[in-house]
T-cell receptor
Framework: DADVTQTPRNRITKTGKRIMLECSQTKGHDRMYWYRQDPGLGLRLIYYSFDVKDINKGEISDGYSVSRQAQAKFSLSLESAIPNQTALYFC???????????????FGPGTRLTVL | AQSVTQLDSHVSVSEGTPVLLRCNYSSSYSPSLFWYVQHPNKGLQLLLKYTSAATLVKGINGFEAEFKKSETSFHLTKPSAHMSDAAEYFCVVSPMNTGFQKLVFGTGTRLLVSP
């Protein structure tokens, strides 16, 4: 079974609609992240969370919000979707517990979102 | 500040020939460096990572990378390409000595492998 899962895997929506992307993990990691991937731009960080009560903006948080419902769940919302939010979205986790795992992140399979 | 430059957006090789994917980095702190691979319609998978233990790092599927501080490079190599290596590869840098594990991604190199 996958350690980091994302739902839905694909979504097509219209401009102005509210969308929620969900991420769950069974790795027991404290830290979770949301990224978006655009062709030719690599991955960019949207939000990150060190634990349930600690949520931080990344480099491109405008137009997005997040919720950390539990250690294992981290949701990304687009309150009013716009076409330039069309992208591939990745959730990731990491463990801050040991030096050998320091900085390594584990990624989910991605959600492909299209906003018409 | 950290940044990564992947010098080639596309690399084409024939099956059985060597692979070289180039990466240069800039970091204000001693860096951790990673290579991730993304196969079509899949998430990112860690190939290998450098965290100062050894400058030559061996990863999965026969890939390896050498950290060269004097050249600020972390190029990815494989002696003999396989068709299954066709994918997109990302070089990633992160400062090692901070509590926040911010990853800075390169723009990716697409590896094409022909029969």
């Amino acid at each position: 079974d996958a350690d980091v899962t994302q739902t839905p895997r694909n979504r097509i929506t219209k401009t102005g609609k509210r969308i929620m992307l969900e991420c769950s993990q069974t790795k027991g990691h404290d830290r979770m992240y949301w990224y978006r991937q655009d062709p030719g731009l690599g991955l960019r960080l949207i939000y990150y969370s060190f634990d349930v009560k600690d949520i931080n903006k990344g480099e491109i948080s405008d137009g997005y919000s997040v919720s950390r419902q539990a250690q294992a769940k981290f949701s990304l919302s687009l309150e009013s979707a716009i076409p330039n939010q069309t992208a591939l979205y990745f959730c990731a986790t990491s463990d801050a517990g040991t030096p050998s795992s320091y900085n390594e992140q584990f990624f989910g399979p991605g959600t492909r979102l299209t906003v018409l | 500040a950290q940044s990564v430059t992947q010098l080639d957006s596309h690399v084409s090789v024939s099956e059985g020939t060597p692979v070289l994917l180039r990466c240069n980095y800039s970091s204000s702190y001693s860096p951790s460096l990673f290579w991730y691979v993304q196969h079509p319609n899949k998430g990112l998978q860690l190939l290998l990572k450098y965290t100062s233990a050894a400058t030559l790092v061996k990863g999965i599927n026969g890939f390896e990378a050498e950290f060269k501080k004097s050249e600020t490079s972390f190029h990815l190599t494989k002696p003999s390409a396989h068709m299954s290596d066709a994918a997109e590869y990302f070089c990633v840098v992160s400062p090692m000595n901070t509590g926040f594990q911010k990853l800075v991604f390169g723009t990716g190199t697409r590896l094409l492998v022909s029969p």
